[in-house]
């Protein structure tokens, strides 16, 4: 089946550091990825959508100049967290869609703490 | 807009008891429905789908029925394993059902746990 790989898994960093996590489909090619960010015991909150070759849709309230999404290939978006601070600390979890119309594949996600 | 609204939990229940888990969502457009689940420390997993009104998704004994008139895609199983503890989400797609799955609105989880 449909494998979303997601890396990092768990980063720690300090204040101030940007931090890149991958989002790849290994055996399909996804047009559309979408990232999640969730808080501990909450649900899951879209931050943005990101299609292949075009610019990222971001929900309301997430800044774009913080949350970078890079979707350069069928295969791979990026989500970059620029200059994080404690407060970015979250579970970021990305999910694919298909080109064949099935339901989002999830990522087993990342777990970001910043010190 | 879009939202969905699940049961709050959290649920402890011993094994090979009945489970429901209710979800209820807004009525707008013809969404496609679906449970997710969450282990610990892990991404969501499918569970179960339905995409038109009284269609029933089944998978691992678990089943939900996309019920329009009640606006609801309660889940159910009959007899929990100790396997089974996880968050379950709840999420309903922002499309009219059927050949395509857009932005997802998850209810707010429910942690199950089920003890032997």
């Known amino acids: 089946g449909a494998v979303v790989s997601q890396h990092p898994s768990r980063v720690i960093c300090k204040s101030g550091t940007s931090v890149k996590i991958e989002c790849r489909s290994l055996?399909?090619?996804?047009?559309?990825m979408f990232w999640y960010r969730q808080f501990p015991k909450q649900s899951l909150m879209l931050m943005a959508t990101s299609n292949e070759g075009s610019k990222a849709t971001y929900e309301q309230g997430v800044e774009k100049d913080k949350f970078l999404i890079n979707h350069a290939s069928l295969t791979l978006s990026t989500l970059t967290v620029t200059s994080a601070h404690p407060e970015d600390s979250s579970f970021y979890i990305c999910s694919a869609l298909t080109h064949r119309g099935q339901p989002q594949h999830f990522g087993d996600g990342t777990r970001l703490s910043i010190l | 807009g879009d939202s969905v609204t699940q049961m709050e939990g959290p649920v402890t229940l011993s094994e090979e008891a009945f489970l429901t888990i209710n979800c209820t969502y807004t009525?707008?457009?013809?969404?496609?429905l679906f449970w997710y689940v969450q282990y610990p420390g892990e991404g969501l997993q499918l569970l179960l789908k339905a995409t038109k009104a009284d269609d029933k998704g089944s998978n691992k004994g678990f089943e939900a029925t996309y019920r329009k008139e009640t606006t609801s895609f309660h889940l159910e199983k009959g007899s929990v394993q100790v396997s089974d503890s996880a968050v379950y989400f709840c999420?309903?797609?922002?499309?009219?059902?059927?050949?395509?799955?857009?932005?997802?609105?998850f209810g707010q989880g429910t942690i199950l746990t089920v003890h032997p």
């Open positions: 009525a707008t457009g013809y969404p496609s």
């Open positions: 055996d399909f090619q996804a047009t559309t």
């Open positions: 999420a309903r797609d922002s499309n009219a059902g059927g050949t395509s799955y857009g932005k997802l609105t």
